[in-house]
T-cell receptor, first 113, second 111 residues
Framework: DVKVTQSSRYLVKRTGEKVFLECVQD?????MFWYRQDPGLGLRLIYF???????EKGDIPEGYSVSREKKERFSLILESASTNQTSMYLC????????????FGPGTRLLVL | KQEVTQIPAALSVPEGENLVLNCSFT??????LQWFRQDPGKGLTSLLL?????REQTSGRLNASLDKSSGRSTLYIAASQPGDSATYLC??????????FGEGTQLTVNP
């Protein structure tokens, strides 16, 4: 079974802090994704990556950056956390190609005070 | 820009009932359509994936259909059970490997 793990289930941070969210997949998937999920807005794509050291902006990249130094690991970075970044963050991975589904991690619920 | 709409937003049914969840999308140029399940506070689990060339997919009590020309998909759940209670999300894959999600249908199956 594909396994996507996220470093934390719950995080509480203060405004202005630098926040790292880590995601690891164990199936040698090419593609990795970061989404945020908010009531009334659904899932929105923040960033995605097709390969190591490659990244593409999604629909809402402002205030975020990403890092993919190894194929299995994709990190989401909030350079200076703000209260409007309080959300559920979901990581996903896929093998690549149009036939493949995305496999999701359990999510990280982030609260920025 | 692709938009995905799911109707109804919430549904409550008695156990044993057959039910249909609806999904519509605005741009028919898709590669596939997927249905996911999300339990409260959890990640998404893939249920069914229908390629653009297919009309339907089945898995157990679940059947998903796709009418690409009209921009519609349905998820049929037969003989619903309390364990089916969850949020069901529809998503379409278009260019650039990007999934566009609907906001989901929150299903409650009452014992």
């Amino acid at each position: 079974d594909v396994k996507v793990t996220q470093s934390s289930r719950y995080l509480v941070k203060r405004t202005g802090e630098k926040v790292f969210l880590e995601c690891v997949q164990d199936m040698d998937h090419e593609n990795m994704f970061w989404y945020r999920q908010d009531p009334g807005l659904g899932l929105r794509l923040i960033y995605f990556s097709y390969d190591v050291k490659m990244k593409e902006k999604g629909d809402i990249p402002e205030g975020y950056s990403v890092s993919r130094e190894k194929k299995e690991r994709f990190s989401l970075i909030l350079e200076s956390a703000s209260t409007n970044q309080t959300s559920m963050y979901l990581c996903a991975s896929s093998l690549g190609g149009m036939e493949e589904t995305q496999y999701f991690g359990p999510g990280t619920r982030l609260l920025v005070l | 820009k692709q938009e995905v709409t799911q109707i109804p937003a919430a549904l409550s049914v008695p156990e044993g009932e057959n039910l249909v969840l609806n999904c519509s999308f605005t741009d028919s140029a898709i590669y596939n359509l997927q249905w996911f399940r999300q339990d409260p506070g959890k990640g998404l689990t893939s249920l069914l994936l229908i390629q653009s060339s297919q009309r339907e997919q089945t898995s157990g009590r679940l059947n998903a259909s796709l009418d690409k020309s009209s921009g519609r998909s349905t998820l049929y759940i037969a003989a619903s059970q309390p364990g089916d209670s969850a949020t069901y999300l529809c998503a379409v894959l278009a260019s650039g490997s990007r999934l566009t999600f609907g906001e989901g249908t929150q299903l409650t199956v009452n014992p």
